[in-house]
């Protein structure tokens, strides 16, 4: 898909007709990360996530989504929002997740996320952070990803950021794509607490000056 035709649109993002696709289009963001935190439980993960996609106002939420539709079928989105609220929307979005684990989970959460959380280095506030990017598995290679990342790029730029952010898990074909996108490797992390155990890879800061 090199251009758009009337076929393709680009809008904000709802719920209610593909909620059933959007937590397998999370996870597979980020699997090594996401499949520690439930213990590979994708059951849970569906529970956990569809629900704050369906509320406003968290880091998952749909009301920061961008999706691109063929006719009625979603194709992928962009998910993401100002550096400087990072931290209050993660925030949210584990207090209104909180439900969803039992209280031994709940525990094995915490002590999973003590690490995980120097996954994604501070935001800066000038900065758009583009949390999630995710296209369905057999439409990928055909140009969604790129009309989604452009989209980003150009509101980012039209409402005054300085930078776009966003964080990519090492061996990802995505780090090739997002550095042909004019992105460029900005900080390195790795977690040794986990490399024998959930084995989640190094992560990549990767960042577009505008």
């Given at each position: 898909?090199?251009?758009?035709?009337?076929?393709?649109?680009?809008?904000?993002?709802?719920?209610?007709?593909?909620?059933?696709?959007?937590?397998?289009?999370?996870?597979?963001?980020?699997?090594?990360?996401?499949?520690?935190?439930?213990?590979?439980?994708?059951?849970?993960?569906?529970?956990?996530?569809?629900?704050?996609?369906?509320?406003?106002?968290?880091?998952?939420?749909?009301?920061?989504?961008?999706?691109?539709?063929?006719?009625?079928?979603?194709?992928?989105?962009?998910l993401g929002f100002a550096g400087e609220l990072h931290g209050l929307l993660e925030e949210k979005s584990a207090a209104k997740g909180l439900s969803v684990f039992n209280r031994e989970q709940l525990v094995y959460l915490a002590n999973c996320s003590r690490h995980l959380n120097y996954v994604v280095p501070f935001v800066p506030k000038s900065a758009y952070y583009v949390h999630l990017l995710s296209i369905r598995a057999e439409?990928?290679?055909?140009?969604?990803?790129?009309?989604?990342?452009?989209?980003?790029?150009?509101?980012?730029?039209?409402?005054?950021?300085?930078?776009?952010?966003?964080?990519?898990?090492?061996?990802?074909?995505?780090?090739?794509?997002?550095?042909?996108?004019?992105?460029?490797?900005?900080?390195?992390?790795?977690?040794?607490?986990?490399?024998?155990?959930?084995?989640?890879?190094?992560?990549?800061?990767?960042?577009?000056?505008?």
């Amino acid at each position: 898909m090199t251009e758009m035709d009337d076929r393709y649109s680009l809008e904000p993002a709802s719920t209610g007709s593909y909620d059933h696709l959007i937590a397998d289009l999370i996870f597979n963001t980020d699997p090594s990360v996401f499949g520690c935190l439930v213990r590979e439980d994708r059951k849970l993960f569906s529970r956990w996530i569809t629900p704050l996609w369906q509320s406003a106002g968290c880091s998952y939420g749909f009301d920061c989504a961008t999706v691109l539709m063929e006719n009625s079928d979603l194709l992928g989105f962009e998910l993401g929002f100002a550096g400087e609220l990072h931290g209050l929307l993660e925030e949210k979005s584990a207090a209104k997740g909180l439900s969803v684990f039992n209280r031994e989970q709940l525990v094995y959460l915490a002590n999973c996320s003590r690490h995980l959380n120097y996954v994604v280095p501070f935001v800066p506030k000038s900065a758009y952070y583009v949390h999630l990017l995710s296209i369905r598995a057999e439409r990928q290679g055909t140009g969604i990803g790129r009309r989604l990342l452009e989209n980003a790029f150009e509101q980012a730029s039209e409402n005054g950021f300085k930078s776009v952010h966003l964080d990519v898990y090492e061996g990802n074909p995505a780090v090739g794509f997002y550095e042909r996108m004019g992105m460029q490797k900005r900080l390195e992390t790795r977690l040794p607490a986990f490399q024998d155990t959930a084995r989640i890879p190094a992560h990549f800061r990767m960042v577009k000056e505008l």
